[in-house]
T-cell receptor
Framework: GENVEQHPSTLSVQEGDSAVIKCTYS??????FPWYKQELGKRPQLIID?????GEKKDQRIAVTLNKTAKHFSLHITETQPEDSAVYFC?????????????FGKGTLLTVNP | GAVVSQHPSRVICKSGTSVKIECRSL??????MFWYRQFPKQSLMLMAT?????????EQGVEKDKFLINHASLTLSTLTVTSAHPEDSSFYIC????????????FGPGTRLLVL
């Protein structure tokens, strides 16, 4: 099955700096890579996703890059703000029959210091 | 759009009792719903995949007789934790996929279960 590794497990940055979180996956059949933000005790919220036919996607301060050959993808947050503090999860999925099952990384606790 | 609700948000029960958790897609019909368990400071672990009108598919190591899943309609799936024990205490989260974006999962707010 799929295995997703995520690094770092914790990341502390100063407000205004950039933050980068990296993930690798094992199954070359995976073709969809979402990123979720989870605040303490809350639901995971989809913040950006990328499909395997695209190398990069950007949405305001958030961007994701994908390298299919190396099987890794990264989340980039620029101009970080204290409200960006949360746990971020990467995930990978492929269609197993008609269902897309997500395999999650272990998460990165991002702390943005004012 | 793509709103998923869960009920209850938290429940405390005695060991040996059963607890039912509901997951609803409020503004779309979900052919597939997923159930996850999340322990403190850990990632989401998929328990089972639920398709409307058919039996759920459980992940390896998840006891199907302990975690009963029913997906009776396109907007409702239920998870029943039978004969709950303290080790079942966890954060249970469901997700649902809209029919036009089968790869995207939208999560419910979660149910925190505490078994005494």
């Amino acid at each position: 099955g799929e295995n997703v590794e995520q690094h770092p497990s914790t990341l502390s940055v100063q407000e205004g700096d950039s933050a980068v979180i990296k993930c690798t996956y094992s199954d070359s059949a995976s073709n969809y890579f979402p990123w979720y933000k989870q605040e303490l005790g809350k639901r995971p919220q989809l913040i950006i996703d990328i499909r395997s036919n695209v190398g990069e996607k950007k949405d305001q301060r958030i961007a994701v890059t994908l390298n299919k050959t190396a099987k890794h993808f990264s989340l980039h947050i620029t101009e970080t703000q204290p409200e960006d503090s949360a746990v971020y999860f990467c995930a990978a999925s492929y269609s197993g029959g008609s269902n897309y099952k997500l395999t999650f990384g272990k998460g990165t606790l991002l702390t943005v210091n004012p | 759009g793509a709103v998923v609700s869960q009920h209850p948000s938290r429940v405390i029960c005695k060991s040996g009792t059963s607890v039912k958790i509901e997951c609803r897609s409020l503004d779309f019909q979900a052919t597939t719903m997923f159930w996850y368990r999340q322990f403190p400071k850990q990632s989401l672990m998929l328990m089972a995949t639920s398709n409307e009108g058919s039996k759920a598919t459980y992940e390896q190591g998840v006891e199907k007789d302990k975690f009963l899943i029913n997906h009776a309609s396109l907007t409702l799936s239920t998870l029943t934790v039978t004969s709950a024990h303290p080790e079942d205490s966890s954060f249970y989260i469901c997700s649902a996929t809209p029919p036009d974006r089968l790869e995207t999962q939208y999560f419910g707010p979660g149910t925190r279960l505490l078994v005494l």
